[in-house]
């Protein structure tokens, strides 16, 4: 027994934060891979970490900035290169939800 | 029924920065554009770009922080806010949520004479999306990235405020305060002020909070004070029928005059924030903060007092003029030229405001030239023009940035200086006029002021009033 | 003149000679790549007439004396995830099948720069999440060793053709052993450079706090100088660390004399074969001979890497691998209602089965509720670990050990338990975690004949020390251990 029990909810509300279609066995496939590891992880409980800083970044660089100076020309061409659909200069995508 | 009742509101307020280029790329932040042009790989989430961050950016979050005195956090991060949209090309915002640049301001309002200060609870840097736009004719939606990475700050008040004349005060006093900072132009038409309202209500006394709800698309105050009345009611009716409020996002509809939910199964509104492994924190020493500090322009208290004393205009006076910065900015561009300041003030008070209101325009969109006014200004002066014909190149000014001088000379509208055609004129009127002039006679002194307008309608305006009443006098003695 | 098994410095110097001409160069190239590569499958693209066009160019800069640098006319393969303008760069993911970059990677242009030849883009497990390169939506790339075997993963397709004398070098990728790995079953030599050494600018993110580019090549030499190139301050990548030098071929000439090697002894303890581990304890010998002084020690938290690794990168690719989305390149599902089903549809049908499992972890672990207990919890244990190789530097200059437990499995074997694919990572995970330098190079064959490799991993910025040392090794190899780079 797992003590992770991922349920059927849980995977699909992944799949809505993923925006990833599961069939069935996918689903079922995929239950038991995230009770695997999520079973492996919890090794990392072994360690106290509650006085520990996390560490995002490994070198403690700061500030790294740009001037606010226009360096781009126009880039319509390139964006749209690769468009798999497009129309009128944009990108073409299924209508957005209003309201 | 409602007076048992508070409403609770708290706003999220968005301004874009008036820098030059966006927040991580060095494409343009002009308004309007062909679609897509002020687009690059980083903007457009392009596989492999890497933001950079704008330094500007930092300092007007700062500015905007230091006037609504908050404090500066010294190591402020950058945090990634996961969502699918197609307006949002990396399908994650770039935004600060653990560590936001500034946090615990507050700013003064006044309303009905009352002040009340609004709490600040953070105020943070984030990207803004680009433009979706419905194509009618095939029934889909066509995205345009210009907008894509314009700069953001989100100032996220507290629940502070308890009605919708408060909430447009706040509004104001920060539009106000960003626009005197040179941080953002403000304008809620074009998008670079936006609101988010948060609503819930509550029986008066009660301590905890209702439910609240958070109404997005406001593009106006009359939309918010609409919205605000609205939601406010929509609860209590709830509440009154022992339903519950749900705790989501509803979509203002200014045409319908009512709001709908923005729920769908789709939306989690799980954002799964973390810090974004691209970005290094931003780290901000004392000596920053005081540079930040060092170079902020007047802002509108210390701008009263000094016309107060270096104008010797009324407090009232001065307190309307530096209501606006661009007015305040007129008056004096104008009045470093002509050196009239209280002839300005009137000018600016009267006429100017008049003329906004009449056609319904906001003072960022004052487009004539300081030196015309002054211009005009020193023609009334030394005479030239009479108040009533400066009244109209005024007008002509304020629509066509005309030079009055030329203007004038061109539509004759001098006063007329002549005494002979002025007498000649005068004693025409008297004679079509006898039941004043008998009046007058009588002891009625205020008939003149009647002589004096027919005078002047006769000279189509172009006299000197002081002269026609001089004049008249004599005449009728 | 044949280029056939001489180096990138070798045949740079044969073209400044006029022994040949980078044109006659890449013709042998492409020859040798149509030769073999039909068995090794490790290009997904081969640009001819791109490479050609570039190898006129480069030969009149050449004879010009504009170009005199040790890359100049050599012809190099790029990891399919490392973008090149112009040519197509897949991830070997359908998802991207047709996406053509509009920029360079900061490290190409550099290469572009020194006069290198792209000649195409090798073949990988999709978005770099694999161990074995089969995870390619295109192409399952063979061991030139053994063509039954799997080259490694992720950089799979580059070390192959490497191996197979296709090339005598390329680009690739490791966020958790990915360059090093394939190096060891291919038995060339690959660095992992210091984080933020190369600009990660063009390089499509996979867990972008623990990626790097770096070389792989057939020789050390070839490994450094093929780094100095690739290594820049990129203001385009904002966490790229400004060096005082990108000097790395100087080192070529250093001895590791008094130097203080570690070998954690976790590492021998068990999982390991025994093979692997007598090719480790070679190598330790080796350099105890040549002066430098050895010894076992512990190294805390080895068993912690591995958890925390999965975490934090799936949770970096769940966000970074967001943006594919069917909306502004690459594959768009062909029948849809709807935005969310456009969504769905291109991501399902575009990502690979090991991509999905990775983002709905990610996408899992950094959900409402989980974030401190995962994510937050594995950033914690990040700053140990790191703590712990601060600690074993104060007293060692290098760490010696095994690249992976075993040489290269057989193809169809790794994938069925994904959770033992991931394990056998245990000896490269750690070195992304810290942002440490190490280098993979070939130390022994097993009773298959299957290369062996040992890897150096230095602190931060000691890419020097661990060169050195390899250099030394490979030296003391090359009189019983001579590479065949003509098995295909």
Redesign the interface.
């Known amino acids: 027994m797992s003590a992770h029990k991922i349920t059927d909810e849980?995977?699909e509300?992944?799949?809505?934060?993923?925006?990833?279609?599961?069939n069935d066995e996918?689903k079922e496939k995929?239950k038991k891979?995230?009770e695997?590891?999520l079973e492996?992880?919890?090794?990392?409980?072994?360690?106290d970490?509650s006085d520990?800083?996390?560490?995002?970044?490994?070198?403690p660089?700061?500030?790294?900035?740009?001037?606010?100076?226009?360096?781009?020309s126009?880039?319509?061409e390139?964006?749209?290169?690769?468009?798999?659909?497009k129309?009128?200069?944009?990108?073409?995508?299924?209508?957005?939800?209003?309201? | 029924m409602s007076r048992e009742y508070e409403t609770v509101i708290g706003l999220e307020v968005h301004v874009e920065l008036a820098t030059k280029t966006k927040i991580f790329c060095g494409c343009k932040t002009d308004f309007g554009g062909a679609p897509n042009t002020h687009t690059c790989p980083i903007c457009t989430g392009m596989p492999g770009a890497l933001p950079i961050l704008n330094k500007k950016v930092v300092e007007y979050a700062m500015a905007v922080g230091i006037a609504t005195n908050c404090e500066i956090t010294k190591y402020s991060k950058f945090d990634r806010k996961n969502y699918f949209y197609p307006d949002n090309p990396q399908n994650y915002q770039i935004s600060q949520l653990y560590l936001p640049i500034c946090r615990n301001g507050k700013v003064e309002i006044e309303v009905g004479g009352v002040k009340k200060e609004i709490g600040i609870h953070e105020i943070h840097m984030e990207e803004d999306a680009g433009k979706l736009v419905h194509d009618e004719w095939e029934d889909v939606s066509i995205v345009d990235y210009n907008r894509s990475g314009v700069p953001l700050i989100e100032i996220v008040s507290e629940p502070d405020m308890r009605s919708a004349d408060e909430v447009i005060a706040y509004l104001e006093k920060l539009r106000q305060t960003i626009q005197y900072l040179g941080a953002s132009d403000c304008k809620l038409n074009e998008g670079s002020m936006r609101a988010d309202v948060n609503i819930s209500v509550r029986k008066i006394g009660q301590k905890e909070f209702g439910t609240r709800t958070e109404m997005k698309n406001l593009n106006s105050f009359k939309a918010i004070s609409h919205a605000i009345e609205g939601e406010t009611e929509r609860q209590i009716e709830l509440l009154e029928m022992n339903r519950e409020v749900i705790q989501e996002t509803r979509r203002w509809d200014d045409n319908k005059e009512s709001s709908k939910s923005m729920r769908s199964k789709e939306d989690a509104k799980d954002y799964r924030y973390f810090p974004d492994p691209d970005l290094p924190p931003i780290c901000i020493p004392d000596e920053w903060i005081q540079k930040v500090k060092d170079n902020q322009p007047e802002l509108r208290e210390e701008k009263l007092e000094r016309y107060k004393k270096d104008y010797d205009i009324s407090e009232y006076d001065a307190s309307l003029i530096t209501e606006s910065k661009h007015l305040a900015d007129l008056f004096e561009e104008t009045t470093a030229i002509c050196n009239k300041p209280k002839r300005v003030v009137n000018f600016i008070l009267g006429e100017l405001l008049r003329l906004l209101k009449e056609k319904e325009m906001d003072d960022s969109d004052i487009s004539f030239s300081p030196e015309n006014f002054a211009k005009l200004i020193e023609l009334v002066d030394s005479g030239v023009v009479n108040s009533t014909v400066s009244k109209q190149v005024f007008g002509e000014i304020f629509e066509n940035n005309v030079d009055p001088e030329v203007y004038i000379k061109e539509n004759n509208l001098m006063v007329v200086n002549d005494d002979g055609e002025l007498e000649k004129v005068i004693e025409e009127v008297i004679s079509a006029n006898p039941k004043s002039v008998e009046d007058y006679k009588a002891g009625k002194k205020k008939a003149i002021g009647f002589l004096v307008g027919q005078t002047m309608k006769a000279m189509q305006g172009k006299a000197n009033p002081g002269k026609v009443n001089q004049i008249l006098t004599e005449k009728l003695q | 003149m044949s280029i056939k098994n001489k180096t990138a410095v070798e045949i740079s110097k044969m073209i400044k000679d006029r022994q040949i001409s980078a044109v006659e160069v890449l013709e042998q190239t492409i020859q040798q790549i149509k030769e073999k590569d039909e068995k090794v499958k490790g290009f997904i693209t081969v640009d001819e007439d791109e490479a050609r066009k570039q190898a006129q160019i480069i030969q009149k800069g050449i004879e010009k004396g504009e170009l005199t640098g040790p890359l100049a006319g050599v012809p190099i393969a790029i990891k399919d995830n490392i973008d090149t303008k112009g040519i197509k760069t897949t991830c070997a993911s359908k998802i991207l099948y047709n996406f053509v970059p509009t920029f360079d990677a900061t490290a190409v242009k550099n290469l572009k720069e020194a006069g290198a030849i792209i000649v195409g883009k090798t073949n990988m497990d999709e978005f770099a999440m694999g161990s074995t390169s089969e995870t390619s939506a295109f192409a399952t790339t063979r061991n030139p060793w053994d063509l039954t075997k799997v080259p490694g993963g992720s950089s799979g397709g580059t070390c192959a053709v490497v191996a197979s004398g296709q090339v005598s070098c390329g680009l690739g990728s490791d966020t958790g052993g990915s360059i090093r790995q394939p190096s060891s079953y291919c038995g060339v030599t690959g660095i992992k450079p210091t984080y933020g050494t190369v600009s990660r600018y063009g390089l499509i993110a996979y867990g972008s706090s623990l990626d790097q580019i770096g070389p792989v090549a057939r020789n050390v030499a070839d490994c450094a100088t093929i780094l100095e190139t690739i290594s820049s301050y990129d203001r385009f990548d904002s966490t790229s660390m400004k060096r005082d030098k990108y000097d790395f071929t100087s080192a070529l000439d250093k001895d590791v004399k008094g130097m203080r090697i570690g070998i954690p002894k976790e590492y021998l303890e068990k999982g390991i074969d025994d093979e692997v581990k007598e090719a480790v304890l070679k190598a330790a010998q080796i350099m105890k001979d040549k002066g430098a002084k050895v010894e076992e020690f512990s190294l805390d938290l080895v068993d912690y890497a591995i958890p925390a690794y999965y975490i934090i990168a799936c949770a970096e690719a769940s966000s970074n691998l967001a943006r594919f989305d069917g909306v502004k390149y690459g594959y768009r599902s062909k029948e849809y209602e709807g935005l969310h089903e456009m969504y769905k549809k291109s991501r399902s049908e575009g990502f690979g089965d090991e991509v999905k499992r990775r983002i709905m972890l990610g996408s899992f672990v950094l959900s409402s509720g989980y974030y401190d207990a995962y994510y937050l919890k594995a950033l914690k244990v990040k700053r140990l670990i790191k703590e712990a190789y601060d600690k074993a530097f104060e007293k060692y200059d290098l760490i010696l050990g095994p690249v992976a437990p075993t040489t290269a499995p057989t193809i169809g074997e790794s994938l069925k338990d994904p959770l033992k694919m991931y394990l056998s990572d245990i000896y490269t995970i750690s070195v992304n975690l810290a942002g440490l330098p190490a280098i993979s190079l070939p130390c022994a064959l097993d009773k298959n004949k299957m290369p062996i490799g040992v890897q150096f991993i230095a602190n931060c910025f000691e890419e020097n020390k661990m060169i050195a040392a390899g250099q030394t090794l490979e030296k003391e190899l090359a009189e019983n251990f001579v590479l065949d780079f003509s098995l295909v």
């Open positions: 849980v995977i509300y992944v799949g809505i934060l993923a925006k990833l279609d599961l996918q995929a891979d995230m695997e590891m492996y992880v919890d090794k990392l409980n072994e360690l970490t520990i800083e996390p560490m995002t970044h490994i070198f660089i700061e500030n790294v900035f740009r001037e606010d100076e226009v360096t781009n126009d880039g319509k390139a964006t749209l290169l690769n468009a798999p659909e129309k009128d200069d944009g990108f073409k995508v299924p209508k957005t939800i209003e309201g």
